[in-house]
T-cell receptor, first 111, second 114 residues
Protein backbone atom coordinates (compact mmCIF):
# COMPACT_ATOMS: atom_id res chain seq x y z
CA UNK A 1 0.00 0.00 0.00
CA UNK A 2 1.34 3.38 -1.02
CA UNK A 3 2.32 5.70 1.83
CA UNK A 4 3.34 9.31 1.42
CA UNK A 5 5.27 11.21 4.05
CA UNK A 6 6.02 14.91 4.19
CA UNK A 7 8.73 16.42 6.31
CA UNK A 8 8.71 18.76 8.10
CA UNK A 9 5.10 18.94 9.29
CA UNK A 10 5.50 22.66 9.94
CA UNK A 11 8.03 25.27 8.95
CA UNK A 12 8.48 28.95 9.73
CA UNK A 13 10.91 31.09 7.75
CA UNK A 14 11.59 34.80 7.38
CA UNK A 15 10.58 36.52 4.19
CA UNK A 16 13.10 36.22 1.38
CA UNK A 17 14.52 32.84 2.33
CA UNK A 18 14.73 29.97 -0.09
CA UNK A 19 13.21 26.77 1.26
CA UNK A 20 12.74 23.11 0.45
CA UNK A 21 9.78 20.91 1.28
CA UNK A 22 10.23 17.16 1.18
CA UNK A 23 7.94 14.36 0.12
CA UNK A 24 8.70 10.65 0.12
CA UNK A 25 6.64 7.70 -1.06
CA UNK A 26 7.01 3.97 -0.51
CA UNK A 27 5.96 2.52 -3.87
CA UNK A 28 7.93 3.80 -6.85
CA UNK A 29 5.33 2.50 -9.34
CA UNK A 30 3.66 5.87 -9.82
CA UNK A 31 2.37 7.68 -12.88
CA UNK A 32 2.90 11.18 -11.61
CA UNK A 33 3.35 13.34 -8.54
CA UNK A 34 1.44 16.52 -7.91
CA UNK A 35 2.10 19.36 -5.48
CA UNK A 36 -0.87 21.31 -4.13
CA UNK A 37 -1.33 24.37 -2.02
CA UNK A 38 -4.16 24.60 0.51
CA UNK A 39 -5.10 27.79 2.31
CA UNK A 40 -6.96 27.51 5.64
CA UNK A 41 -10.53 26.34 5.12
CA UNK A 42 -10.10 26.40 1.36
CA UNK A 43 -9.75 23.95 -1.48
CA UNK A 44 -6.64 22.62 -3.16
CA UNK A 45 -4.78 24.55 -5.82
CA UNK A 46 -2.54 22.53 -8.10
CA UNK A 47 0.98 23.95 -8.25
CA UNK A 48 3.03 21.49 -10.27
CA UNK A 49 2.56 18.10 -11.87
CA UNK A 50 5.57 15.90 -12.61
CA UNK A 51 5.06 12.84 -14.81
CA UNK A 52 6.99 9.73 -13.79
CA UNK A 53 9.28 10.13 -16.81
CA UNK A 54 10.25 13.67 -15.82
CA UNK A 55 12.87 14.85 -13.35
CA UNK A 56 11.57 18.32 -12.56
CA UNK A 57 9.01 21.00 -13.30
CA UNK A 58 9.21 24.74 -12.79
CA UNK A 59 6.60 27.44 -12.40
CA UNK A 60 7.74 30.91 -11.44
CA UNK A 61 9.48 30.74 -8.06
CA UNK A 62 8.57 27.08 -7.63
CA UNK A 63 10.63 24.11 -8.71
CA UNK A 64 9.66 20.52 -8.06
CA UNK A 65 11.96 17.56 -8.57
CA UNK A 66 11.21 13.87 -8.71
CA UNK A 67 13.49 10.91 -8.06
CA UNK A 68 11.15 8.02 -8.68
CA UNK A 69 13.68 5.27 -7.96
CA UNK A 70 14.38 6.57 -4.47
CA UNK A 71 10.77 7.58 -3.83
CA UNK A 72 11.44 11.25 -3.23
CA UNK A 73 10.29 14.64 -4.39
CA UNK A 74 11.20 18.14 -3.29
CA UNK A 75 9.43 21.43 -3.73
CA UNK A 76 11.80 24.37 -3.82
CA UNK A 77 10.39 27.83 -3.17
CA UNK A 78 12.69 30.71 -4.01
CA UNK A 79 12.59 34.10 -2.29
CA UNK A 80 9.67 33.24 -0.06
CA UNK A 81 6.91 35.79 0.57
CA UNK A 82 4.21 36.09 3.26
CA UNK A 83 1.66 35.19 0.58
CA UNK A 84 3.32 31.77 0.30
CA UNK A 85 2.04 30.90 3.77
CA UNK A 86 -0.20 27.86 3.37
CA UNK A 87 -0.18 24.09 3.70
CA UNK A 88 1.61 22.29 0.90
CA UNK A 89 0.50 18.79 -0.01
CA UNK A 90 2.12 16.28 -2.26
CA UNK A 91 0.18 13.45 -3.83
CA UNK A 92 1.19 10.51 -6.00
CA UNK A 93 -0.97 8.95 -8.67
CA UNK A 94 -1.11 5.19 -8.95
CA UNK A 95 -3.72 3.06 -10.66
CA UNK A 96 -7.05 4.52 -11.78
CA UNK A 97 -5.78 8.04 -11.15
CA UNK A 98 -6.23 7.62 -7.43
CA UNK A 99 -4.16 10.15 -5.54
CA UNK A 100 -2.45 9.17 -2.31
CA UNK A 101 -1.74 12.27 -0.27
CA UNK A 102 0.80 13.15 2.35
CA UNK A 103 -0.41 14.98 5.45
CA UNK A 104 1.22 18.21 4.35
CA UNK A 105 3.75 20.80 5.44
CA UNK A 106 2.32 23.91 7.04
CA UNK A 107 4.47 26.86 5.96
CA UNK A 108 4.53 30.26 7.58
CA UNK A 109 6.58 33.06 6.05
CA UNK A 110 7.12 35.90 8.49
CA UNK A 111 7.86 39.55 7.81
CA UNK B 1 -14.42 29.34 -16.40
CA UNK B 2 -13.29 25.74 -16.05
CA UNK B 3 -14.12 24.58 -12.58
CA UNK B 4 -15.40 21.97 -10.17
CA UNK B 5 -18.28 23.14 -8.01
CA UNK B 6 -19.66 21.63 -4.84
CA UNK B 7 -22.82 22.34 -2.90
CA UNK B 8 -23.41 23.02 -0.16
CA UNK B 9 -20.14 24.50 1.05
CA UNK B 10 -21.12 24.14 4.69
CA UNK B 11 -23.64 21.78 6.27
CA UNK B 12 -24.60 20.97 9.83
CA UNK B 13 -26.96 18.04 10.23
CA UNK B 14 -28.04 15.43 12.73
CA UNK B 15 -27.34 11.72 12.91
CA UNK B 16 -29.44 9.65 10.54
CA UNK B 17 -30.78 12.43 8.32
CA UNK B 18 -29.99 11.58 4.71
CA UNK B 19 -28.04 14.14 2.77
CA UNK B 20 -26.49 14.65 -0.64
CA UNK B 21 -23.46 16.73 -1.53
CA UNK B 22 -23.43 17.66 -5.19
CA UNK B 23 -20.38 17.91 -7.42
CA UNK B 24 -20.33 19.23 -10.95
CA UNK B 25 -17.54 19.89 -13.45
CA UNK B 26 -17.73 21.78 -16.74
CA UNK B 27 -14.54 20.43 -18.32
CA UNK B 28 -16.00 17.27 -19.87
CA UNK B 29 -13.74 15.18 -17.65
CA UNK B 30 -14.22 11.43 -17.61
CA UNK B 31 -12.78 10.72 -14.17
CA UNK B 32 -14.27 12.07 -10.95
CA UNK B 33 -13.66 11.20 -7.33
CA UNK B 34 -14.49 12.11 -3.75
CA UNK B 35 -12.02 12.60 -0.91
CA UNK B 36 -12.40 13.38 2.74
CA UNK B 37 -9.82 15.31 4.72
CA UNK B 38 -9.29 14.75 8.42
CA UNK B 39 -6.62 16.20 10.74
CA UNK B 40 -3.58 13.97 10.92
CA UNK B 41 -4.94 11.60 8.26
CA UNK B 42 -4.67 13.74 5.16
CA UNK B 43 -7.00 13.27 2.21
CA UNK B 44 -8.39 9.80 1.60
CA UNK B 45 -10.35 8.66 -1.41
CA UNK B 46 -13.96 7.63 -0.79
CA UNK B 47 -15.25 6.67 -4.26
CA UNK B 48 -14.26 7.27 -7.83
CA UNK B 49 -15.82 7.05 -11.26
CA UNK B 50 -13.97 6.30 -14.49
CA UNK B 51 -16.96 7.35 -16.63
CA UNK B 52 -20.73 7.48 -16.75
CA UNK B 53 -22.33 4.54 -14.92
CA UNK B 54 -18.89 3.30 -13.78
CA UNK B 55 -18.10 3.76 -10.09
CA UNK B 56 -15.83 1.99 -7.63
CA UNK B 57 -14.80 2.10 -4.00
CA UNK B 58 -11.80 4.01 -2.79
CA UNK B 59 -10.07 3.57 0.56
CA UNK B 60 -12.89 4.64 2.89
CA UNK B 61 -16.25 3.92 1.20
CA UNK B 62 -18.22 2.76 4.26
CA UNK B 63 -21.31 4.87 4.90
CA UNK B 64 -21.27 6.56 1.49
CA UNK B 65 -22.93 6.07 -1.88
CA UNK B 66 -22.32 7.71 -5.23
CA UNK B 67 -23.89 7.76 -8.65
CA UNK B 68 -22.70 8.85 -12.10
CA UNK B 69 -25.70 9.23 -14.37
CA UNK B 70 -24.26 12.17 -16.26
CA UNK B 71 -20.69 12.94 -17.14
CA UNK B 72 -20.64 16.29 -15.40
CA UNK B 73 -22.22 15.29 -12.06
CA UNK B 74 -21.00 13.01 -9.29
CA UNK B 75 -23.09 13.38 -6.12
CA UNK B 76 -22.01 11.95 -2.77
CA UNK B 77 -24.85 10.47 -0.73
CA UNK B 78 -24.85 9.82 3.00
CA UNK B 79 -27.90 7.64 3.66
CA UNK B 80 -27.59 7.74 7.45
CA UNK B 81 -24.86 10.16 8.52
CA UNK B 82 -22.97 9.55 11.73
CA UNK B 83 -20.67 11.83 13.76
CA UNK B 84 -17.56 10.05 12.44
CA UNK B 85 -18.44 11.39 8.99
CA UNK B 86 -17.84 14.93 10.19
CA UNK B 87 -15.11 16.03 7.82
CA UNK B 88 -14.05 18.27 4.96
CA UNK B 89 -15.05 16.74 1.63
CA UNK B 90 -13.51 17.41 -1.75
CA UNK B 91 -14.63 16.44 -5.21
CA UNK B 92 -12.02 16.16 -7.96
CA UNK B 93 -11.94 15.55 -11.68
CA UNK B 94 -9.36 14.78 -14.36
CA UNK B 95 -9.66 14.26 -18.12
CA UNK B 96 -9.05 10.55 -18.08
CA UNK B 97 -8.37 7.85 -15.54
CA UNK B 98 -5.78 6.34 -17.83
CA UNK B 99 -3.82 9.38 -18.87
CA UNK B 100 -3.11 10.45 -15.31
CA UNK B 101 -3.40 14.12 -15.94
CA UNK B 102 -3.58 16.97 -13.48
CA UNK B 103 -6.49 16.70 -11.09
CA UNK B 104 -8.78 19.64 -10.38
CA UNK B 105 -10.44 20.02 -7.00
CA UNK B 106 -13.65 21.66 -5.88
CA UNK B 107 -13.69 24.21 -3.05
CA UNK B 108 -14.70 21.68 -0.42
CA UNK B 109 -17.77 20.97 1.70
CA UNK B 110 -17.42 21.16 5.45
CA UNK B 111 -19.86 18.71 7.00
CA UNK B 112 -20.71 18.48 10.70
CA UNK B 113 -22.88 15.61 11.93
CA UNK B 114 -24.24 16.09 15.44
Amino acid sequence: KQEVTQIPAALSVPEGENLVLNCSFTDSAIYNLQWFRQDPGKGLTSLLLIQSSQREQTSGRLNASLDKSSGRSTLYIAASQPGDSATYLCAVSGTASKLTFGTGTRLQVTL
Amino acid sequence: EAQVTQNPRYLITVTGKKLTVTCSQNMNHEYMSWYRQDPGLGLRQIYYSMNVEVTDKGDVPEGYKVSRKEKRNFPLILESPSPNQTSLYFCASTPSGRSHNEQFFGPGTRLTVL
